[in-house]
């Protein structure tokens, strides 16, 4: 190869390195300029830390939180996770440790409820190694009864497809759904698939006996949940964006896609409201909150948004620059009660929509 050449494949080399990093970068959200908006009020709900998921039994009002340090975890000392519940009935509510007897290793991340003739199921994602979810080493699904204010474990699922697992959600008789993030569990082959938006994760399902996978072709699939009538299921790909929308074979529990809804922004965790729209919290930077992940100090935004699974239609319905909040998971409605939690800082957001 000449001189020349060799100058023209340099140039063209960089010029292309430069248009994807450029392209990544706008495509993580950094260019979004943050103008904090919320139409209602919100008050901080201190004593947890690390509200990633949580749900909301909409016949009791009472919300079920995940928590786990996961900063501590990070650090490389663990300290045990818990579900509390928090009643949305009560003035002045504080949240309650559902789990502070439980003798196993603790440290959820997602957390799915379910509601069955035997009553109210949660299962949650249990990265029971102590060490958050960066190591790959295997995780559990934990399944618990509420029985009035007690929740009692029932039992613990494993798997060997039960690796990077993000969220999870009961279908009833012991079954789920589950979300694999990464194809790859850790180390530098994790960092490039997020960079690169490899499409390696995929959604397991468990029949009762065993664990296999339903969906894939997803670029970080995080949050999933499932619609009123049992018959969609509905996976969040943060690094894509999109909300993958599957028809559901009830018996089978088979999977196929049916539409993919483009958000425009990182989200995480999906709650499915009582007229069937999705309510998600997001991460507007991604990058912004890949850096909030390593220094406290660092603010990530925090976003809500409201999803009409039918028509695609997308609405911002909270966007907060990281001081009221930072780097906010999931968001749920009950009412006009909204809560926002967030990944690793302490506290939630209990507001009143208007």
């Known amino acids: 190869m000449t001189k020349r050449r060799l100058i023209i494949f340099g140039v063209l080399l960089f010029s292309g390195l430069v248009a994807f990093v450029g ?33 909301i039994d909409h016949a009791s009002g009472v919300a079920y939180l995940a928590t786990d340090d996961r900063r501590a975890a990070i650090a490389g000392e663990p300290v045990q996770g818990a579900i509390w519940s928090y009643d949305l009935n009560t003035p002045d509510a504080r949240p309650v440790n559902l789990t502070a007897g439980l003798e196993i290793s603790f440290h959820p991340h997602g957390i799915g409820l379910h509601t ?7 299962m949650v994602v249990n990265h029971g190694s102590g060490s958050g979810v960066f190591d790959g080493a295997p995780d559990t699904i934990e399944a618990f009864k509420i029985e009035g204010e007690i929740l009692k474990h029932t039992g613990t ?4 497809l039960l690796r990077a697992v993000n969220d999870v959600q009961p279908v009833g008789n012991g079954k789920f759904y589950a979300t694999i993030d990464h194809g790859n569990p850790s180390g530098f082959s994790r960092m490039l698939e997020d960079y690169l938006r490899l499409p390696l994760a995929k959604v397991v399902y468990y029949n009762g006996k065993s664990v296999r996978y339903v969906a894939d072709d997803i670029r970080y699939a995080n949050g999933v949940n499932i619609s009123l009538d049992g018959q969609t299921v509905y996976v969040a790909g943060t690094t894509d964006r999109l909300v993958h929308v599957f028809g ?12 993919r809804l483009d958000t425009g922004t990182g989200v995480d965790n999906i709650d499915v409201d009582d007229g069937g729209a999705l309510w998600i919290g997001a991460h507007p930077k991604l990058l912004t909150f890949v850096e909030h992940s390593k220094d406290a100090t660092l603010k990530s935004p925090s976003q809500v948004i409201r999803v009409d699974p039918e028509s695609g239609e997308v609405v911002e319905v909270m966007l907060d620059d990281g001081n009221l909040l930072s780097g906010s998971s999931v968001a749920a409605r009950y009412g006009n009660r909204l809560l926002v939690g967030p990944v690793l800082d302490p506290g939630f957001l209990d507001c009143v929509l208007p």
Request: aromatic fraction near 8%.
């Open 23 to 55: 392209y990544t970068v706008w495509l993580a959200g950094e260019f979004k300029t943050i103008e904090p908006h919320f139409a209602g009020t919100c008050k901080k709900v201190d004593g947890v830390v690390g509200a990633e998921d949580l749900v």
């Open 116 to 122: 069955g003739k035997d009553g109210l199921t949660l």
């Open 157 to 160: 699922t494993k798997g060997d």
């Open 248 to 259: 559901r074979d009830l018996a089978s529990g088979d999977l196929w896609l049916k539409a």
